[in-house]
Structure formats: C-alpha cells, structure tokens
C-alpha cells in the first residue's frame, strides 16, 4: 500500500444482516474509492455487545459480514478488513480516551439517549462510552475521512474534539478527521414507512443482501406508494415520499436520472413500476448474494484473509498506541 494515499476508515456493528440502506448508503461508496485510498473497514463486534447477543449469533455474523463486504467489492488485497476485537489495541487507547471525555459529552449523545430508552434493562457503561471507544476505532488509524451514514456525524464530532483535546496536551499526537457523508443514497426510507430510514428492526419493509429474488419481489410489491393515477412515477419527495424513496432506489442502481425514470414510466402505473425497481435491486443485488454465499463456505479463505488484515491493522495501530503510553507517562518496557 502506498504511503502517501489519504486514509479512510470505517465500520458497521455486526448486529444484524446487512441491507441495501447500508449497501447504497455506506459499503457502495467505501467499494467505489478503494483506488485512491488507503483503506480500513472492520467489523464493530466490540461496540456490538453494548447490547445483549446471543454469543453464536454474533460469531456467525461477524464472519458472514467479513464475507458480504468482500461480495459488495472490498477487495481484501487493496482493504485493509478485519473484526475489532482481533486487533487489542482498540481497547488499549479506548481506556485511555475515556479518561479525556467528558461526562457532559457522552450524556448529550443522541445514539445514547436512543439506545437507552429503547434497553432501559441494560443501560451499561459501554453504552454510555461507545463513542471513545469509537474516537480509539478512528485515531489510531490517523484516518483523514470517516464514510458514514448521517446518524453518525455527532460521533465523528466528538472523536475531533477528543483529538484536539489530547493534542493540545501532548503535541500533535492525532490526525484530526473528517467525516464523509454520502449525497446519493444517504439515506433510504423503509419500503412500508417512507417516513422513516430502512432498518433490520422493520423487517418487512427492509431489503436484506442476501435475501432470494422472491422475497425482494414480494417486500417491493408491499412497498407503499399512493393512490395517485393522473401522474403517478413522479419524484416529489414531501407529497409523494413512498414513491420518491423507489425513486431513488432505482436511481441509484441503475444511474438513471430522475428525469429519465419519469419518461420511462409516463403513462405507466405502481403495477409496473414497482416490479421494474424490484428486478433492478434484484440484478444488481444478485452477483453480491451469490458471491457471498460462496464465501461463507470457504472458511479458510475467509481465516486467511481476517488474520492478515489483523496483522495490518495491528501494525499501525500499535504504532500509534505505543505514542500514546509514552505521552500519558506508562514506563516503557
Ligand atoms: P438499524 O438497522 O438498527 O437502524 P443500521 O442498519 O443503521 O442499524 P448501522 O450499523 O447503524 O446499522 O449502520 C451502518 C452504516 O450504514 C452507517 O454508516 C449508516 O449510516 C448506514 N445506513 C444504515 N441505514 C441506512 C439507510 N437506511 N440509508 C442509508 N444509509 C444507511
Ligand atoms: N458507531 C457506528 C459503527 C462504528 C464506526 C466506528 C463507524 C464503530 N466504530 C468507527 C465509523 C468509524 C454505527 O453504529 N454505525
């Protein structure tokens, strides 16, 4: 790898099976800018236990997920891929950040408050130090640009002031980072509520990667649009949000303009719309499915490819470790 690329950097929490808002909202765009930079994306299993899992579940995941980023075309020659918690330096500078965040920082968390009114059961420390550990997840890499959804800018925010805390005690310790935040397909709506982003807690009106072209084909056909039969395939978001979310779907899979999609269906209603986006999803989805589904078999390739990329990321990252404990005053071994 070339040292002089800018890095990149980022993760997704093994904790339920991937879906096309996270494959045109995130993985696509990690996939299309592998060429011009020095890439890490790792499977979150550390912040992934915040919440109580079923220890086999989340085992299964983590490596099927290994597999689907593969499919979705991190290729694992030019990424850097790996699971966080092979790599125990991200625990080591997690400790150390949390003792420079604040407790007035972490209370004003959104993800905190969410999550902690949703498991009032199991409001745990982690959960209230989830964005340190994830502050140690980007500083040790030195990442230039962090790719995420919208949700996780407040995140990324308090990972620069933390940064920028340290380094005005220490010396320029930390590249301070960016996040990345996607224009097209930032954000797509669950097929049964347009109002609200698509999410694996909605099952029915979300589409998983690896789900077969029947069940794509059945959740498009629930999919919620209208009843609109003047001009129904128009892109107008506030009136007509369901149909503006499929809209967007294909647009994005097929890198037709909204214009374009407009004059394909004029005069055409939902009973052929809708069948178009779902193949469309369906085409663009299958190679992914089929080529993951052929990964997860392959254990050893899968073995060989995650210990090299703990072996990589280890490397830098204890690098930056090892500054960080002569800093703080840790006497060296
Ligand atoms: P949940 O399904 O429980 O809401 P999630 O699928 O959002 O969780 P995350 O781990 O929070 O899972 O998200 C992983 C990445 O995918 C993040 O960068 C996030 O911004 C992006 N993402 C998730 N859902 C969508 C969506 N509907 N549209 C666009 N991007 C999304
Ligand atoms: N918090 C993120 C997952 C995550 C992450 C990271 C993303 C953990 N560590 C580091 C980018 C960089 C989420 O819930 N989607």
């Not at 992934?48 to 995941?61: M, N, Y």
């Not at 965040?101 to 982690?126: C, P, V, W, Y």
């Not at 407040?154 to 590249?175: C, P």
């Amino acid at each position: 790898m070339e040292e002089n690329k800018k890095r990149m950097l980022s993760g997704i929490q093994p904790s339920g099976d991937l879906h096309l808002g996270n494959y045109l909202g995130a993985i696509k765009n990690w996939a299309e800018r592998v060429d011009d930079y020095e890439c890490y994306y790792f499977m979150a299993d550390m912040h992934t236990i915040t919440v109580r899992q079923v220890p086999a579940d989340l085992r299964k995941r983590s490596l099927n997920q290994l597999a689907q980023y593969i499919a979705c075309g991190l290729d694992p020659e030019k990424n850097t891929l790996f699971l966080q918690s092979h790599v125990p330096a991200h625990a080591q500078l997690g400790w150390v950040l949390d003792c420079y965040t604040m407790f007035g920082e972490l209370s004003r968390m959104t993800q905190f408050k969410d999550k902690s009114a949703k498991h009032k059961d199991n409001i745990n420390a982690g959960l209230f130090t989830y964005p340190a550990l994830m502050a140690a997840d980007i500083l040790l890499y030195q990442a230039d640009y962090v790719p995420v959804g919208e949700d996780q800018k407040q995140h990324i925010e308090l990972t620069r002031d933390i940064a920028q805390r340290f380094n005005s005690i220490y010396g320029d310790v930390f590249k301070i980072p960016e996040p990345l935040i996607a224009k097209t397909g930032a954000r797509i709506y669950g097929l049964t509520t347009p109002n609200d982003k698509m999410s694996k807690s909605i099952p029915e009106g979300c589409v998983f990667i690896m789900d077969d072209p029947d069940t794509i084909n059945r959740k498009f056909k629930k999919a919620v649009t209208d009843s609109d039969t003047e001009n129904p395939v128009r892109f107008a978001p506030e009136e007509k949000p369901g149909v503006a979310n499929l809209m967007n779907i294909y647009s994005t899979v097929t890198g037709k303009s909204f214009e374009e999609i407009e004059a394909e269906f004029a005069g055409k209603g939902y009973g052929a719309f809708k069948p178009a986006v779902a193949e469309a999803v369906i085409e663009s989805l299958r190679p992914i499915r089929e080529e993951a589904e052929r990964l997860i078999k392959d254990k050893a390739y899968l073995e060989d490819v995650y210990r090299k990329g703990a072996e990589r990321a280890s490397y830098i990252a204890n690098k930056t470790l090892r500054k960080v404990y002569k800093k703080v005053g840790f006497y060296q071994i």
